[in-house]
């Protein structure tokens, strides 16, 4: 007669419950830790500066004080910085998308001499911090008269070392028996580009524009280096240092500022979360 199998049931249910038990706590506690600051960010531009002196700072604002991000708008001009990161931004990515698009479709499907010498060359400048070629591209800047403008803000960032990688893997996936139908049917290599291999790394696109997003969006020293003293060109991270000022009646300003900044950040990750993921793990999984 068999064993009554309940009680290895029972003890394999309790196994897995406390397996996902620590899971979720484990993911509970790093989505405190992640977004706690902005949590609390958000909380304290609502406060008034008295409430933010305190020791320790409400963690709750009872009564919201919402004048400071009208106040962050209008007399810190943070529209027109908005406008002028939205711009600079724009450029960044789209001039990334296509670079990178050229240049990963040459490395995955032409053959040149050097392809894999050149390509180790492209990996090599992820390598290279951005710090050690400032001084250069500033100097460059001034000599081609770009300062204070958007080429100056935009062109040293135009090509990405990591959208290459990260698109030519997204191409070496495509099956060969695509490009030999395709060549069968008179596709020539910019046809088959554009309708074929774009379409299919459309994961890999939206992962590389998030990122280009992000990093463009959040730049500080490079537009405080080539921007002059007006607010033609200015980006929103130095409207936010500038809005903070020296008095602590200040501080709630540039948070309430801030948490203008960040929310186009966040409409753009909950918008392309799923193409981020797919982006980044695709090939990972068979």
């Avoid at 962050?72 to 931004?89: C, D, E, K, M, P």
């Avoid at 990963?104 to 390509?119: D, E, I, N, Q, T």
């Avoid at 918008?271 to 068979?286: E, I, N, P, S």
């Amino acid at each position: 007669m068999a064993a009554d199998p309940g009680p290895e049931r029972r003890r394999a249910r309790r196994r897995r419950a406390w397996r996902t038990g620590a899971r979720y706590a484990l993911l509970t506690l790093g989505a405190v830790v992640v977004l706690g600051p902005l949590y609390l960010t958000v909380v304290n531009s609502l406060l008034l500066p008295s409430a933010l002196a305190q020791r320790p700072p409400p963690l709750v604002a009872l009564h919201p004080q919402w004048h400071d991000y009208a106040t962050a708008w209008t007399q810190g001009h943070l529209g027109i910085y908005l406008r002028n990161s939205a711009v600079q931004t724009g450029i960044i990515v789209a001039g990334q998308l296509v670079t990178s698009v050229l240049a990963a479709y040459a490395f995955a499907f032409l053959r040149f001499p050097l392809r894999r010498s050149l390509f180790v060359v492209f990996l090599a400048t992820l390598m290279i911090p951005f710090e050690v070629t400032i001084v250069t591209n500033t100097q460059t800047i001034s000599s081609l008269g770009w300062y204070n403008t958007f080429q100056g803000l935009t062109v040293p960032f135009l090509a990405t070392g990591f959208g290459t990688f990260l698109l030519r893997q997204a191409f070496l996936q495509i099956p060969r028996d695509l490009r030999e139908a395709a060549t069968l049917d008179g596709y020539g290599h910019l046809r088959f580009m554009l309708r074929v291999a774009v379409p299919l790394a459309r994961p890999a696109l939206a992962a590389l524009g998030v990122f280009s997003f992000l990093a463009a969006w959040n730049q500080y020293l490079w537009p405080l280096l080539v921007t002059g003293s007006g607010n033609n060109v200015r980006t929103v991270q130095i409207g936010l240092k500038l809005l903070q000022g020296t008095q602590v009646s200040h501080v709630d300003v540039a948070l309430a500022g801030t948490v203008i900044a960040v929310v186009p950040l966040l409409v753009l990750l909950v918008v392309f979360q799923k193409q981020l993921v797919r982006g980044l793990t695709g090939g990972a999984v068979k």
